[in-house]
């Protein structure tokens, strides 16, 4: 199995190579297996299927002088002696075609491999086909492979034999498909021509009369398939791991779509019916899915359209007169346009240009280390040598379900330099885990106190992080909870259920729990949902939970259930969660809310008090977000918020309807914004007048209009720009600058008339890549019309003494 794959916009084959047979992958290796396993292969191809035994060539390994292995002669006497191959088509390739292995280290082994030639008798006679295997023709292609798995790759690069070897094995579906069907590519096989026919139908054009076309098409067709399957099982297009690769396909195929295809509005969701029709009966989970995969892939795309023709343009912009993409461009389009460095470096190659990616990297690891340095601090579990024993027992119990307080042993402490730890034989301390936060509390012996201020769970029992080490850690301590604090936090973990159970109900079965975060101020929840929930499904579900809450519904716990009697049962459970043998499962209301569950739970719902939500908001494409109250926080939340309503009733009378009034007065202040921009504009356009009036005539005959702009942004400065050109027809330079004294920065503009880029080669992008430079940054544009932003505002004065001297540099 060589490995190579062609690239799909060039030649159209399958990207994703499917395995139609595994059924040899167990099979123990030997002389009887490996026997088995060319004969079975053959037969396959040759007897059942029909292939023309002439076109097929048997691929082995030819050895390996710097691995001490010779050429594989045992597959090379089976092929001959188990199959009617033409021993001329038996072929022997180096450890780069025919040596397989998973990585630097690792198990591996020789393959052998069956390549099929279907190119017309004509050209066959003309060139032998073993002179165009692992050759990257398209014609003449791998369709299965036999792994021979008999070696583990050590760390030092040397071979060493496994004590249990296998055959693996595997064939490209889609190649096996175009073969038997007599198709050129897999893309013209049955397996793909509903998804053409629906693209064709979307954006109208017909599969099979233009190259470029076809490409964008087979794109489309292909990534569609991978993201459906993706989301119908799971996951969800994010910004990092499994969720950012279906980002970058599905953004991929998106921009095929809007530049190839001129589909400038959602499509891609829209071929979702045709491929759940298509594969009903072998994966019926899209077929169940279906809507929800769709809203995915639509939201998705609303997002991604609403910033991809202004990356598109900046791309242009980026690649006018220049044959590489710097890292710094790069990290823009993806930062600020969401273009994944893939898409860039594709559209970099249809220009024949470079993308500089390891300044992209540094840019993107600059990035990630600030948000590290901003994001949370978690408890470093650090290496047993910190550690010192106290208690030598290996015995650990949480008692926290039924107390909030226990005596117990310090079985081991750490002192650090930021984190003092230890760990308790017994203790009622809950360790942060499914999202609720870890209790707080006190940790003595009568003579010393230790507040413990957060807690961690690892394999030896909980680390409890405190203030302080004992001095005498020897004895008895008693361990206590902060009470009123917990009872806070089981409020909302308990609301959490509640809320879980109310958004199925409202909203569908498809809501699924992504990630939670319960504290004893507030409670988080994420949740699989396409839309922006309404306002009026959050009321009906706020209605729904607080009927719960007032039916005071005890709570249900049952410890030590077997998993599969959970199952079941119909317990919720959370997707990707790794749960033992024996679980935990709480109910109010078995047939309401029942969850596996390890946190801490009011004894009846009453308890709770009153829920209200908070937030509402995207957490991820195709993951909502709310956030609620409960308790004493919920408490609190109300008496602000009617403290607010007051204070806004006293700032704009005691009005019977403040809607209505506040909305009055934001369009007032709209109104008044838009006169003073409109007055801006016009002292702007008398400004550009002026320095029209005042221009200079430089040496070379050129008319130079130039000047600062005050109170003008970038756009402003293009509009004058246009305005520019537009009064002066021929021989002219606009430079226009700008300060931003709030945000530190300055903007320059520079347009340039027709005659003068035709006769003299001047260009507004090359000449305003040199001003930005000396503004301490960069920009370019069109010929006819540049701008560029810096940080040096300081810097335009001397800009602009010096713009007689740059025109003429750029004249020679």
Known sequence: MSGKHN??????????????????????????????????GWE????????????????????????????????????????????????????????????????????????????PDEERKEKDGAELVNMDDPRVMEIWNLVFIQFNRQPDGSLKKLPAQHVDTGMGFERICAILQDKKSNYDTDLFAPLLNKIGEL????????????IAMRVIADHIRAVSFSIADGASPGNDGRGYVIRRIL??????????????????????????EQFKDVFPVLVNQQDYVQNVIQSEEKSFLNTLGQGIELFNEMAEGKNKISGEDAFKLHDTYGFPIDLTQLMARERDMDVDVEGFNKRMKEQKERARAAGNFNVDQSSQEEWFTVTDTEDFEFVGYDSLSTWSNIKAMRKGDDQNALILDKTPFYAESGGQVADTGIISNGDEHLRVLDVQQSPDGYIHIVDKLPEDPEGEWEAMVNGDRRKEVRKHHSATHLVHAALKQVLGDHIAQKGSLVDEQHLRFDFSHYDQITNSE???????????IQQNISKQEERNVPIDKAKERGATMLFGEKYGDKVRIISFDPDYSMELCGGTHVDATGEIGYFRFTGESSAAAGIRRIEAKVGKSVDEYLRQENELVQQIRSEIGQSQDLVRDIHQLIEERKELEKEVEDLRKQQSASKLDGLIQNARELNSGIKLVSGEVPHADMDLLKQLGYESLDKQQEGTVTVLGAKDSEEG?????????????????????????????????????????????GRKPEKLKELFDQLPSIINKHLD
């Not at 159209?12 to 060319?38: C, P, Q, V």
């Not at 959050?538 to 719960?548: G, M, P, S, T």
């Not at 000449?767 to 940054?777: D, F, K, T, W, Y």
């Open 251 to 276: 953004r991929r195929a998106i921009r095929y779509g809007w530049d190839k295809l001129d589909l400038k509005k959602p499509f891609f969701y829209k071929l979702v019916p045709t491929l759940a």
């Open 203 to 214: 954006a109208d054009v017909t599969y099979g009369d233009d190259d470029e076309i076809d």
């Open 7 to 40: 690239d799909l916009e060039e030649v159209g084959h399958d990207t994703y190579h499917h395995t139609l047979f595994e059924m040899l992958g167990n099979w123990s290796f030997g002389d009887y297996f490996k026997r088995e396993a060319i004969r079975w």
């Open 538 to 548: 959050l009321n009906q579900i706020e209605e729904i939970v607080n009927n719960r």
């Open 44 to 119: 396959l191809l040759v007897d059942e299927w029909g292939l023309d035994p002439d076109r097929l060539y048997a691929t082995v390994f030819e050895g390996d002088e710097d691995d001490g292995l010779p050429v594989d002669q045992e597959s090379i006497e089976l092929w001959e002696e188990e199959t009617t191959i033409n021993p001329d088509h038996i072929l022997k390739f180096d450890k780069k075609d025919n040596f397989w292995e998973m990585g630097e280290t690792g198990p591996c082994g020789p393959c052998s491999e069956v390549h099929v030639d279907i190119r």
């Open 745 to 789: 920065k300055v903007y320059v503009m520079a347009a340039v008339t027709e005659d003068l880029i035709k006769q003299k080669e001047l260009k507004a992008g090359a000449l305003v890549g040199e001003l930005g430079q000396m503004l301490g940054g960069g920009g370019g544009g069109q010929p006819n019309l540049a701008t560029a932003g």
